[in-house]
């Protein structure tokens, strides 16, 4: 048989069309792919005084049906005097703390992909840590018999 979709042929027994997804039989209702979603955003690693150099890191944090987690965290980072904007924003922020910062989150967002995370691209003010990406939950099976 063939799909009266897209036409793609199929097995006869088919519930499915492997190719669109379209339901083959009557009673059978395809499963909408559920994702869980991510975002790259930083935090203070301790509360810090005012006047001192700040110590901070990037996190991945996934929000999906089991509620929200850190999935990746980067090392502590540094801006390297007490002075400059904490995450660096610019060059001018120091140029080790910069370069240190995206270093962080560059392999985070490898870690990420490596991890099955697509990318979905950036959000809020498009900084260079604001990063989304999704993920597809896997469907737990709880098939009656
Ligand atoms: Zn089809």
Redesign the pocket.
């Given at each position: 048989m063939?799909?009266?979709?897209?036409?793609?042929q199929?097995l006869d027994e088919a519930n499915?069309?492997?190719?669109?997804?379209?339901p083959q039989k009557e009673g059978v209702v395809a499963e909408e792919p559920r994702y869980e979603a991510c975002e790259i955003s930083w935090r203070y690693t301790l509360p810090q005084p005012i006047f001192a150099i700040k110590k901070f890191q990037f996190v991945a944090v996934a929000i999906g049906p089991t509620g929200k987690r850190v999935v990746a965290e980067t090392p502590l980072l540094s801006t390297g005097s007490a002075r400059r904007a904490c995450p660096p924003l610019a060059s001018t922020d120091g140029r080790a703390a910069w370069d240190q910062s995206h270093e962080a989150v560059d392999a985070m967002i490898i870690a990420l992909v490596a991890d099955g995370w697509e990318y979905q691209g950036p959000f809020g003010d498009g900084r260079y840590w604001q990063k989304s990406f999704r993920r597809r939950v896997k469907q737990q099976t709880d098939k009656k018999a």
């Open positions: 063939f799909c009266s979709k897209c036409g793609t199929l499915f069309c492997w190719k669109c997804g379209l």
